[in-house]
């Protein structure tokens, strides 16, 4: 059974830290493209950061350029997602996908496989 199992959330203030996991079971993520979402209360799920080529190739959204980054470690089979200098607006439920067919690398609509979401909330 392929399973995405996202971790690591939690509440933080403004200016603190977090680092998600996305552990995959039934799968392997090596050589494979994968992807951090996030839906915000009222809002569209939106790509975050993306890891691809290998791992040798990372993506980002304007919005978290220079804040994120997004890992990999394929002992572990796992993908991570730093998250420094967070703003109440990355205040959001995130979510990482895999089994991406082709196209753009943060476009939900390309990945099959989502894991179940992890809360992240960012108080001022």
């Known amino acids: 059974q392929v399973q995405l199992v996202e971790s690591g959330g939690g509440s933080v203030q403004a200016g603190g830290s977090l680092r998600l996991s996305c552990a995959a079971s039934?799968?392997?993520?090596?050589?494979?493209?994968v992807a951090w979402f996030r839906q915000g209360p009222g809002k569209e799920r939106e790509g975050v950061a993306a890891i691809y080529n290998g791992g040798a190739s990372t993506y980002y959204a304007e919005s978290v350029k220079g804040r994120f980054t997004i890992s990999q470690d394929n002992a572990k089979n796992t993908v991570y997602l730093q998250m420094n200098s967070l703003k109440p607006e990355d205040t959001a439920m995130y979510y990482c996908a895999a089994g991406m067919r082709t196209g753009y690398v943060l476009r939900s609509q390309n990945y099959n496989i989502w894991g179940q979401g992890t809360q992240v909330t960012v108080s001022s």
């Open positions: 039934g799968y392997t993520l090596t050589g494979k493209t």
